[in-house]
């Protein structure tokens, strides 16, 4: 069986990418070739955690800079690869495009497979929408929201992001390393934000909360995990602001779950979001989440995670992070689990969920 896995947003240490490779990490793929496309020029150390995970990266010419020629070389791609199912994975009906050319190349299962619950080109997806319906054959979203966004009142299967818990739970040892890496003292109040620097992700809102908070917190960091194209903006910020020393950017890292040991608090001020692996990946370490109230609330699994309205002021945000009593991480964990699993985030359950989804279409078509 040939698998050919697009993330239309391109192979980016992103939230999109980080699910398709935790998945294909644990799952049996025996009776499998399962390739990723590279839809832009990847990120540095994307390829080998692609390929480390048991796949293949292939590329044809990106999705950006030329459209059209990227849908006839994928189209061709397809045709001559005899490829069985593709599955293609974003936020809007522009996923038409993959979806098209799958069907013109003789893909009998083409799987439509949403992540958020909005999206940026709003006027292109409603245009795209019944192209769209015409084009996949069988449905995929992370949450009930993210696939009422993408699909309506049309069937889908929810496909939970998960995650492997022992990779991402609490490890004092870790925490002590990481903030020795970061110099940050012990005793210091740690606030962490994962993303990638763009729009959605909100790091303006972000930088503002932490200004007020650090105001009366002299003793606190900011750590924003990620890069992107605003990031040299949000730095810009910084080394205008009152917290120009204690904010730490730390680039693409690809050990996201040993950072988090080190934070005491997870910030999310997101415009938007289909369901947040980060938020997930928080509550398994233990860490209280502050999201804002944009998100879906299916990503709220443990108490852990409380949301706010980004028409609140950041002062509001700040009083919610001083107000936070912070927990016993290592006492906490088998209930977080307990948690985390029976909502279906465990990830050994979730591949092989999928991969029983893969066979089922194949004896279907």
Same mark, same amino acid.
């Given at each position: 069986?040939?698998?050919?896995?697009?993330?239309?947003?391109?192979?980016?240490?992103?939230?999109?990418?980080?699910?398709?490779?935790?998945?294909?990490?644990?799952?049996?793929?025996?009776?499998?070739?399962?390739?990723?496309?590279?839809?832009?020029?990847?990120?540095?150390?994307?390829?080998?955690?692609?390929?480390?995970?048991?796949?293949?990266?292939?590329?044809?010419?990106?999705?950006?800079?030329?459209?059209?020629?990227?849908?006839?070389?994928?189209?061709?791609? %397809? =045709? @001559?690869?005899?490829?069985? #199912?593709? /599955? &293609?994975?974003?936020?809007? !009906?522009?996923?038409?495009? *993959?979806?098209?050319?799958?069907?013109?190349?003789?893909?009998?299962?083409?799987?439509?497979?949403?992540?958020?619950?909005?999206?940026?080109?709003?006027?292109?997806?409603?245009?795209?929408?019944?192209?769209?319906?015409?084009?996949?054959?069988?449905?995929?979203?992370?949450?009930?929201?993210?696939?009422?966004?993408?699909?309506?009142?049309?069937?889908?299967?929810?496909?939970?992001?998960?995650?492997?818990?022992?990779?991402?739970?609490?490890?004092?040892?870790?925490?002590?390393?990481?903030?020795?890496?970061?110099? %940050? =003292? @012990?005793?210091?109040?740690? #606030?962490? /934000? &994962?993303?990638?620097?763009? !729009?959605?992700?909100?790091? *303006?809102?972000?930088?503002?909360?932490?200004?007020?908070?650090?105001?009366?917190?002299?003793?606190?960091?900011?750590?924003?995990?990620?890069?992107?194209?605003?990031?040299?903006?949000?730095?810009?910020?910084?080394?205008?602001?009152?917290?120009?020393?204690?904010?730490?950017?730390?680039?693409?890292?690809?050990?996201?779950?040993?950072?988090?040991?080190?934070?005491?608090?997870?910030?999310?001020?997101?415009?938007?979001?289909?369901?947040?692996?980060?938020?997930?990946?928080?509550?398994?370490?233990?860490?209280?989440? %502050?999201?804002?109230?944009?998100?879906?609330?299916?990503?709220?699994?443990?108490?852990?995670?409380?949301?706010?309205?980004?028409?609140?002021?950041?002062?509001?945000?700040?009083?919610?992070?001083?107000?936070?009593?912070?927990?016993?991480?290592?006492?906490?964990?088998?209930?977080?689990?307990?948690?985390?699993?029976?909502?279906?985030?465990?990830?050994?359950?979730?591949?092989?969920?999928?991969?029983?989804?893969?066979?089922?279409?194949?004896?279907?078509?």
């Amino acid at each position: 069986m040939k698998i050919l896995q697009i993330p239309t947003g391109g192979l980016f240490l992103d939230g999109i990418l980080s699910c398709i490779v935790e998945y294909m990490n644990v799952m049996d793929k025996s009776g499998m070739d399962i390739q990723v496309l590279a839809t832009n020029i990847p990120e540095k150390d994307v390829i080998p955690k692609i390929e480390n995970s048991g796949c293949r990266v292939v590329s044809i010419p990106y999705r950006k800079r030329n459209i059209v020629k990227y849908f006839f070389e994928l189209y061709k791609y %397809i =045709s @001559k690869e005899k490829i069985d #199912i593709v /599955h &293609v994975h974003g936020s809007s !009906a522009i996923m038409s495009v *993959e979806l098209i050319a799958a069907r013109l190349a003789g893909c009998k299962i083409r799987i439509a497979h949403s992540h958020n619950t909005t999206c940026e080109h709003q006027k292109i997806d409603k245009a795209l929408r019944s192209v769209f319906n015409w084009a996949y054959t069988e449905a995929f979203a992370c949450g009930s929201e993210a696939g009422q966004w993408m699909f309506g009142n049309r069937d889908f299967t929810i496909i939970p992001n998960g995650r492997d818990i022992k990779k991402y739970e609490y490890n004092a040892k870790n925490r002590i390393n990481y903030r020795n890496k970061l110099k %940050i =003292s @012990k005793d210091a109040l740690v #606030i962490g /934000h &994962v993303g990638r620097f763009n !729009a959605q992700k909100n790091h *303006e809102y972000l930088i503002r909360v932490f200004e007020e908070f650090y105001k009366s917190n002299k003793n606190a960091y900011l750590v924003l995990v990620g890069t992107g194209e605003k990031i040299d903006i949000i730095k810009n910020v910084v080394k205008k602001s009152i917290i120009k020393n204690n904010v730490i950017f730390t680039g693409a890292i690809d050990n996201v779950a040993d950072y988090l040991s080190a934070f005491d608090i997870m910030l999310l001020p997101s415009l938007y979001e289909g369901l947040p692996m980060v938020v997930i990946e928080g509550q398994i370490a233990g860490l209280p989440c %502050i999201v804002s109230d944009t998100v879906t609330k299916e990503c709220a699994i443990t108490p852990l995670v409380q949301f706010n309205s980004l028409k609140a002021s950041p002062e509001s945000w700040a009083r919610n992070i001083a107000d936070i009593s912070l927990q016993d991480r290592e006492n906490n964990k088998e209930m977080l689990f307990s948690s985390i699993r029976k909502a279906g985030y465990d990830i050994e359950l979730g591949a092989e969920k999928l991969r029983d989804k893969y066979f089922e279409f194949v004896k279907k078509y």
